[in-house]
């Protein structure tokens, strides 16, 4: 096939983070599919800045490729009449292809004979098409927020400034889309803000023409020049960066020609909590934080989008400035807190500040978690003096200064307040797992603590009906349910819901439980990833215990693909619609040696002491021989009814002890 090059930038308003991060992974499987879906079988390159939107190529199609298309008309025993006149059936068919039946054929569909017609489209020059490719793929992208600008009728993300297109190096004029979005198309490109426009003819001047003029086009060589920088300043000022990979990804999406400068602040600040000058530096202003020695350094790194360096200076100037001013009132709302805030017992100003309508104040939220703290340690048979104090005080530090400045510190603040040393990492890690795969607490103590504060946000929104549906979470109560689950695992603690619920259902308008519990079920795959039908023969277990429960799953799991799986699954098929009708096993009954030895084996079994799941996932592997030797000389459905009864039960037996485990039939995979 004769294929050239093809050249797309679509050239935008600057595209905030927000955007970029919703959907920049989805925007090439976008338009790779738009183009199969147009026959044209080739996978593009993209590149992109937060300016442009690149997609190149240098095998394009220049036609579509040929293709024959089969239609399936009604079957024959009623596509004619007696008389040999097409039916209606034939003539709707005739009518929708537009064809006459002089071009009808017959062929087998299903094992009837039908119409049948076979029909050749020849491939199109793929230059006349990409408009409305380009086109269907605009209306694809899902950025999140959109807007309008001067007489658009259609929204997007940011405005549409040029649309250039090459292919085989011939420019494409798109009119329709320069009509849509209101922007007047040109054969020129855009570089660097501080550089000037040029007309490109040419696919390879295209990408020098950016290089030379400050766009490095390329997500990936843009993030490897970043950290290329910050290891040159490492070595340079021997200190260490904090590179947090968000906060990476974030500088690399804002800027086309990045330049990492480094600045200091007054050495003043560092008498600042080292998580108020982390968060002043990267969520309020994009900086890298730097240690020196292991400790907070006051240094900073900033990611300019200049080419110029002879204005590093004066950007350097203009982000301490705003970063002194921003320290300068952090360190006075942290100097009058360490004056005011006394920390003892919960406050009762936190009646005044709501948690969620219809669920009471943060106050009563407090009150809650004590109640869930207290039978978690009653289950554990840990003391939970300090943890009820520390969830006590855990909210108090929503009412100081810093908190309302900096709301990100929530928990962080409320430890340095603590007056009590043995308690402040219990305040600090209230809150973990911030994120999906951030860290869990520390401690057993601070994840009761945590625990208790996210199964009551739990049970507290599914009182009053807020329960997620779809993709909609404005709670993150998946998160944190999935939050729970692995600090139960990580630290070995028992959560029966069907146990602990009736004691608190004083302090809820209404709890159901069997909705909870199904909630929680329904995050284990996720949490856990495994596959959903590994869950449901844990489920099967009715096992109520989460941690259990979760234990049960990750040992069925072990076994989801080895042989013995498939032969406890026999077992399952074998007592299917059976009907246990005799109580215990007879062993007179037995006629073979191998029912005798696996009966022998059985109680044996029964004897063990077993502590975990996998444990007994592990344990009833002796099972493995005896079963097979049992199945290739015994035969179970005997004409002597005591003795057929006899050896189901005999493997009805040896099935619960799986049982107790999960229902093996249900594993599907």
Same mark, same amino acid.
């Given at each position: 096939?004769?294929?050239?090059?093809?050249?797309?930038?679509?050239?935008?308003?600057?595209?905030?983070?927000?955007?970029?991060?919703?959907?920049?992974?989805?925007?090439?499987?976008?338009?790779?599919?738009?183009?199969?879906?147009?026959?044209?079988?080739?996978?593009?390159?993209?590149?992109?800045?937060?300016?442009?939107?690149?997609?190149?190529?240098?095998?394009?199609?220049?036609?579509?490729?040929?293709?024959?298309?089969?239609? *399936?008309?009604?079957?024959?025993?009623?596509?004619?009449?007696?008389?040999?006149?097409?039916?209606?059936?034939?003539?709707?068919?005739?009518?929708?292809?537009?064809?006459?039946?002089?071009?009808?054929?017959?062929?087998?569909?299903?094992?009837?004979?039908?119409?049948?017609?076979?029909?050749?489209?020849?491939?199109?020059?793929?230059?006349?098409?990409?408009?409305?490719?380009?086109?269907?793929?605009?209306?694809?992208?899902?950025?999140?927020?959109?807007?309008?600008?001067?007489?658009?009728?259609?929204?997007?993300?940011?405005?549409?400034?040029?649309?250039?297109?090459?292919?085989?190096?011939?420019?494409?004029?798109?009119?329709?889309?320069?009509?849509?979005?209101?922007?007047?198309?040109?054969?020129?490109?855009?570089?660097?803000?501080?550089?000037?426009?040029?007309?490109?003819?040419?696919?390879?001047?295209?990408? %020098?023409?950016?290089?030379?003029?400050?766009?490095?086009?390329?997500?990936?060589?843009?993030? %490897?020049?970043?950290?290329?920088?910050?290891?040159?300043?490492?070595?340079?000022?021997?200190? @260490?960066?904090?590179?947090?990979?968000?906060?990476?990804?974030?500088?690399?999406?804002?800027?086309?020609?990045?330049?990492?400068?480094?600045?200091?602040?007054?050495?003043?600040?560092?008498?600042?909590?080292?998580?108020?000058?982390?968060?002043?530096?990267?969520?309020?202003?994009?900086?890298?934080?730097?240690?020196?020695?292991?400790?907070?350094?006051?240094?900073?790194?900033?990611?300019?989008?200049?080419?110029? %360096?002879?204005?590093?200076?004066?950007?350097?100037?203009?982000?301490?400035?705003?970063?002194?001013?921003?320290?300068?009132?952090?360190?006075?709302?942290?100097?009058?807190?360490?004056?005011? *805030?006394?920390?003892?017992?919960?406050?009762?100003?936190?009646?005044?500040?709501?948690?969620?309508?219809?669920?009471?104040?943060? $106050?009563?939220?407090?009150?809650?978690?004590?109640?869930?703290? @207290?039978?978690?340690?009653?289950?554990?048979? /840990?003391?939970?003096?300090?943890?009820?104090?520390?969830?006590?005080?855990?909210?108090?530090?929503?009412?100081?200064?810093? /908190?309302?400045?900096?709301?990100?510190?929530?928990?962080?603040?409320?430890?340095?307040?603590?007056?009590?040393?043995?308690?402040?990492?219990?305040?600090?890690?209230?809150?973990?797992?911030?994120?999906?795969?951030?860290?869990?607490?520390?401690?057993?103590?601070?994840?009761?603590?945590?625990?208790?504060?996210?199964?009551?946000?739990?049970?507290?929104? $599914?009182?009053?009906?807020?329960?997620?549906?779809?993709?909609?979470?404005? *709670?993150?109560?998946?998160?944190?349910?999935?939050?729970?689950?692995?600090?139960?695992? @990580?630290?070995? #603690?028992?959560?029966?819901?069907? =146990?602990?619920?009736?004691?608190?259902?004083?302090?809820?308008?209404?709890?159901?439980?069997?909705?909870? &519990?199904?909630? $929680?079920?329904?995050?284990?795959?996720?949490?856990?990833?495994?596959?959903?039908?590994?869950?449901?023969?844990?489920?099967?277990?009715?096992?109520?215990?989460?941690?259990?429960?979760?234990?049960?799953?990750?040992?069925?799991?072990?076994?989801?693909?080895? =042989?013995?799986?498939?032969?406890?699954?026999?077992?399952?098929?074998?007592?299917?619609?059976?009907?246990?009708?005799?109580?215990?096993?007879?062993?007179?009954?037995?006629?073979?040696?191998?029912?005798?030895?696996? &009966?022998?084996?059985?109680?044996?079994?029964?004897?063990?002491?077993?502590?975990?799941?996998?444990?007994?996932?592990?344990?009833?592997?002796?099972?493995?021989?005896?079963?097979?030797?049992?199945?290739?000389?015994?035969?179970?459905?005997?004409?002597?009814?005591?003795?057929?009864?006899?050896?189901?039960?005999?493997?009805?037996?040896?099935? @619960?002890? *799986?049982?107790?485990?999960?229902?093996?039939?249900? #594993?599907?995979?």
């Amino acid at each position: 096939m004769n294929t050239s090059t093809l050249l797309i930038e679509f050239f935008l308003e600057e595209l905030p983070f927000s955007a970029i991060k919703k959907e920049i992974l989805n925007v090439h499987s976008k338009f790779n599919k738009l183009l199969n879906e147009n026959n044209i079988n080739v996978d593009l390159d993209f590149f992109w800045t937060p300016r442009r939107l690149i997609f190149v190529s240098n095998n394009f199609p220049l036609m579509q490729e040929d293709k024959m298309i089969e239609y *399936f008309g009604p079957p024959l025993s009623i596509a004619y009449d007696d008389n040999g006149n097409p039916s209606d059936a034939t003539n709707s068919f005739l009518k929708k292809l537009n064809i006459s039946k002089n071009d009808l054929s017959t062929n087998t569909k299903n094992g009837k004979e039908c119409l049948y017609y076979k029909a050749f489209i020849k491939g199109k020059q793929t230059k006349y098409l990409i408009e409305d490719i380009i086109l269907d793929f605009l209306d694809s992208l899902n950025f999140g927020k959109s807007m309008q600008w001067g007489n658009v009728e259609s929204s997007f993300i940011r405005p549409i400034r040029n649309v250039f297109t090459l292919i085989d190096n011939e420019f494409i004029e798109l009119k329709n889309i320069e009509k849509k979005y209101q922007f007047l198309q040109a054969q020129l490109i855009y570089p660097h803000r501080s550089k000037s426009p040029k007309t490109i003819n040419d696919i390879n001047d295209y990408f %020098e023409f950016l290089k030379q003029n400050g766009v490095i086009y390329s997500q990936i060589e843009r993030k %490897e020049l970043i950290l290329n920088q910050i290891k040159s300043i490492e070595t340079e000022k021997n200190i @260490k960066v904090e590179v947090d990979p968000l906060l990476l990804d974030e500088v690399v999406a804002i800027t086309e020609y990045p330049n990492a400068l480094y600045g200091e602040f007054d050495r003043k600040f560092l008498e600042l909590p080292s998580e108020v000058i982390i968060t002043s530096m990267k969520v309020n202003q994009k900086y890298f934080a730097t240690y020196k020695n292991e400790k907070i350094n006051n240094g900073f790194i900033v990611i300019c989008n200049a080419m110029d %360096e002879s204005a590093f200076d004066c950007i350097l100037d203009g982000n301490k400035r705003v970063l002194k001013a921003r320290l300068e009132d952090a360190l006075f709302f942290y100097k009058n807190d360490l004056n005011s *805030f006394v920390q003892n017992d919960i406050d009762c100003s936190l009646k005044n500040i709501e948690f969620i309508q219809d669920s009471g104040s943060i $106050f009563d939220k407090v009150n809650r978690e004590i109640n869930i703290a @207290k039978a978690i340690c009653d289950k554990l048979n /840990v003391d939970s003096s300090d943890i009820i104090q520390a969830i006590s005080i855990s909210k108090n530090d929503l009412l100081s200064e810093m /908190v309302g400045e900096f709301g990100e510190l929530q928990g962080v603040m409320g430890s340095y307040y603590a007056q009590n040393n043995a308690l402040k990492l219990m305040i600090k890690e209230q809150y973990l797992p911030l994120q999906e795969d951030s860290a869990l607490p520390s401690t057993l103590q601070s994840a009761i603590v945590s625990i208790s504060n996210r199964l009551d946000s739990v049970i507290s929104l $599914f009182a009053i009906n807020k329960i997620p549906s779809g993709s909609k979470d404005p *709670f993150a109560l998946r998160r944190a349910c999935s939050g729970i689950i692995k600090m139960l695992i @990580k630290f070995e #603690i028992p959560l029966n819901l069907f =146990e602990i619920l009736p004691q608190l259902e004083s302090s809820y308008k209404g709890i159901d439980i069997d909705k909870i &519990f199904k909630f $929680f079920c329904e995050r284990l795959e996720g949490t856990l990833c495994v596959n959903q039908s590994v869950i449901n023969a844990g489920i099967k277990s009715n096992q109520k215990d989460l941690y259990q429960l979760s234990m049960q799953i990750i040992a069925l799991n072990s076994l989801a693909n080895s =042989e013995f799986r498939n032969l406890f699954k026999r077992i399952a098929n074998i007592l299917k619609n059976t009907q246990i009708k005799v109580d215990s096993i007879d062993r007179e009954l037995f006629e073979y040696d191998e029912e005798r030895v696996l &009966f022998s084996i059985l109680e044996e079994f029964k004897a063990l002491d077993i502590a975990t799941p996998k444990d007994r996932i592990e344990k009833l592997l002796v099972f493995k021989n005896p079963l097979q030797n049992f199945f290739d000389n015994v035969m179970i459905n005997v004409e002597d009814n005591k003795i057929r009864e006899n050896r189901i039960l005999l493997v009805y037996s040896i099935y @619960k002890e *799986f049982f107790k485990v999960g229902d093996i039939k249900e #594993i599907s995979f």
